[in-house]
């Protein structure tokens, strides 16, 4: 079983501000097998990154997606005020896993 | 315009049965791998389970193999999770969501809105 661990748990930020998060598997995953999604309180998740790197549909390029191996990280460059939510990495490596969570909030 | 809609949610004690449903519209419902993902209150994203095109490949989380069972129809646009032995921990927001691109595995592009079950006394 691949675990993920996702840090910090809590990222407090301003509006414009750069986020960086963090997910760090037990294990090596294969990045191509890496993803990032978005939740917002009350909604389901939203795909935000798959493949380490590439953007979902419509996800602005503010986001992106970096690492390899057991290392992987989520940057957004400029804040906005809808990116405040809680973010998730996953695995399908191995069966899949998700990380605990990241989430941000507004400083 | 791709609808994933679960359904089946409620309050069931201890050790009762539960059974989700999840109806899709807007795809080629055979053609993809689905997906049953669940969050308890305040909690993270926890996998449950996972159904491949025609079933070829069924998979469990640890806690709940053996008690749960996915099933899918793929003439209803349908996929199922059979909860029998529910425990309160099995306590969450239960999401269908759904395998992008039709692989067998892969990341969840589309997922439905949630159903709560709560198991208790």
């Known amino acids: 079983e691949i675990v993920l661990t996702q840090s910090p748990g809590t990222l407090s930020l301003s509006p414009g501000e750069r986020a960086t998060l963090s997910c760090r598997a037990s294990?090596?995953?294969?990045?191509?097998?890496l993803v990032w999604y978005q939740q917002k309180p009350g909604q389901a998740p939203r795909l935000l990154i798959s493949?380490?790197?590439t953007r979902a549909t419509g996800i602005p390029d503010r986001f992106s997606g970096s690492g390899s191996g057991t290392d992987f990280t989520l940057t957004i460059s400029r804040l906005e005020p809808e990116d405040f939510a809680v973010y998730y990495c996953q695995q399908y490596s191995d069966l899949y896993s998700f990380g605990q969570g990241t989430k941000l909030e507004i400083k | 315009e791709v609808q994933l809609v679960e359904s089946g949610g409620g309050l069931v004690k201890p050790g009762g049965s539960l059974r989700l449903s999840c109806a899709v519209s807007?795809?080629?419902?055979?053609?993809?791998?689905m997906n049953w993902v669940r969050q308890a209150p305040g909690k993270g994203l926890e996998w449950v389970s996972s159904i491949s095109k025609r079933s070829s490949y069924i998979y469990y989380e640890d806690s709940v193999e053996g008690r749960f069972i996915i099933s899918r129809d793929d003439a209803r646009n349908s996929v199922y999770l059979q909860m029998n032995s529910l425990r309160a921990e099995d306590t969450a927001v239960y999401y269908c969501?759904?395998?992008?691109?039709?692989?067998?595995?892969?990341?969840?592009?589309?997922w439905g809105q949630g159903t709560l079950v709560i198991v208790s006394s």
């Open positions: 493949g380490a790197s």
């Open positions: 969501a759904r395998v992008s691109r039709g692989y067998d595995r892969g990341e969840f592009d589309y």
């Open positions: 294990q090596s995953v294969n990045s191509m097998y």
């Open positions: 807007g795809f080629s419902f055979s053609s993809y791998s």
